[in-house]
């Protein structure tokens, strides 16, 4: 009669063990202890008062049926929850906050098994907040490091995110607060921070979460009564980042709570980083004590990629997805697309679905006509690189031969005609198109300019080839 508990908790383990995933089974039921079995009253042992609440809050189901399974009908449940051992002694009764379904008992806490499974969960992502290596960091398998396409579009927040990675907490750079425009990569970067230190340091607690979402589980935790639960969850956390803190604005609560828990993990050397739209002196609708705080660290600013980077971008994803495709091509989707990245390797996989689906060839008319649907502005301003390389391309010579120092009548030539489609087709300055092409002044681009137009009409050979070049411009 002695083992008649033991015996009913080894069949209750038997039935739940098949029905939890086992990494859930060693955590949450290999710890508990059979104490004793008084007619269908199974009493368990758990280890703190934690544990029995995210039993109840996660496993209430299952335990219900299995009990009633072994024991039959009218089977119940209590637990013996320990509250701490003085010298090695048996577990002993402290002050422990009670409501009316519970009674102290001599040597543990007694709490008979609640029917419903309405209890306020802790951790806002429902994962226990004790059991560090049991949280899961929100992270997105593909953002890392390597995926990240560097560029000098970027480079300064990808190299202090490398760093930051390397010693979460121990550089200049907390907060990194990284901004720029939507569709420039600012989720991917700051979350292969937080890839790299899981993979360098397993035991750190890294966590994502997006603004709107930290608003949402404040404002559950606030009708809860559980916001000093949230703030003690977010408080233990190593590397925290939070995505789009832009949206904090006019949320004086929500700011006010995420202050203190700023200040607790930077007090206590761990990481944060922080994305936005903008950078903190141009933010509205935030406290004047937080944006202070943001700038603390290092603020880094990602920009529209240029033409090199959205070609490295293309390759690097055709590459990764086993699909050939003409540099042709790639080049007019990099020309063409160049507000952000999202857009770029949206309009990429419209392409190649369009050829799967269709079954064609992706050729550069299939790409030009796909385009020029998906940008809303089929006359997108080019880009000087990009007028340059269709101009090397077509005089079969490279880009760097712009920038020499030399009088070759080919060279100049292709550098005047270089000059001329930046100046009608862009918006830039003379004085940029010349610092770009060859290094020159606002002159020389205006006497180019000049020499084409006059040559258009007195060079029938000239001509033609201006006219090759426009087509594959405005294709």
């Known amino acids: 009669m002695n083992e008649e508990y033991r015996t009913a908790w080894e069949k209750c383990l038997n039935i739940i063990k098949d029905n939890v995933p086992g990494s859930s089974f060693k955590t949450w039921f290999e710890p508990i202890i059979p104490v004793k079995l008084n007619e269908k009253v199974l009493t368990i042992q758990v280890p703190s008062a934690f544990f029995y609440e995210y039993l109840e809050e996660q496993f209430i189901d299952i335990l219900r049926k299995t009990l009633r399974m072994v024991l039959g009908t009218g089977a119940k449940l209590e637990y013996n929850v320990v509250i701490g051992t003085k010298n090695g002694e048996e577990p002993y009764t402290v002050s422990y906050p009670t409501n009316n379904n519970l009674k102290i008992q001599n040597k543990a806490l007694t709490v008979p098994l609640r029917v419903d499974d309405k209890t306020a969960i802790k951790n806002p992502f429902i994962i226990p907040g004790i059991q560090k290596l049991q949280i899961d960091p929100q992270l997105k398998a593909d953002n890392t490091f390597e995926n990240f396409v560097e560029g000098d579009c970027n480079r300064l927040g990808r190299s202090a995110g490398y760093a930051v990675a390397q010693n979460p907490g121990g550089t200049a750079f907390n907060p990194l607060m990284i901004y720029g425009n939507s569709g420039l990569g600012k989720t991917h970067l700051a979350q292969a921070i937080g890839i790299e ?74 990481q944060l980083i922080l994305t936005s739209d903008k950078p903190p002196i141009e933010l509205k609708g935030m406290e004047q004590r937080l944006l202070s705080r943001f700038k603390w660290g290092l603020t880094a600013d990602l920009q529209t990629p240029d033409f090199d980077t959205r070609m490295k971008i293309l390759r690097r994803k055709v590459y990764k997805d086993g699909i050939s495709l003409s540099d042709e091509v790639l080049e007019y989707i990099a020309s063409h697309v160049s507000n952000n990245v999202r857009e770029l390797e949206g309009a990429l996989v419209s392409l190649l679905a369009q050829s799967m689906l269709n079954n064609r060839e992706i050729t550069l008319e299939l790409a030009a006509k796909l385009i020029n649907k998906l940008v809303k502005n089929s006359k997108r301003e080019l880009s000087i690189e990009y007028i340059s390389k269709v101009v090397c ?77 426009e087509k594959k411009l405005k294709m």
């Not at 994502?208 to 404002?219: I, S, W």
């Not at 920038?403 to 918006?427: G, H, N, P």
């Open 197 to 270: 230190v899981k993979e360098q340091f397993p035991d750190k607690v890294v966590l994502y979460v997006n603004a709107n979402k930290f608003q949402t589980q404040f404002t559950e935790a606030t009708r809860n009564n559980n916001r000093n639960d949230f703030l003690h969850f977010y408080q233990m956390i190593d590397v925290l980042i939070l995505d789009d803190v832009h949206e904090f604005a006019g949320k004086e609560k929500t700011q006010e709570t995420f202050f203190h828990i700023f200040n607790h993990l930077h007090q206590m050397g761990k």
């Open 393 to 469: 391309d077509y005089f079969s010579m490279t880009v760097d031969a712009l920038q020499a120092k030399t009088r070759k009548r080919e060279i100049v030539q292709a550098r005047q005609i270089a000059m001329y489609f930046s100046k009608s087709l862009t918006k830039y300055s003379l004085a940029s198109i010349g610092a770009q092409i060859g290094s020159k002044d606002h002159a020389t681009v205006l006497h180019a300019c000049k020499t084409v137009n006059n040559l258009k009409d007195t060079d029938k050979n000239f001509r033609q080839f201006v006219e090759d070049i």
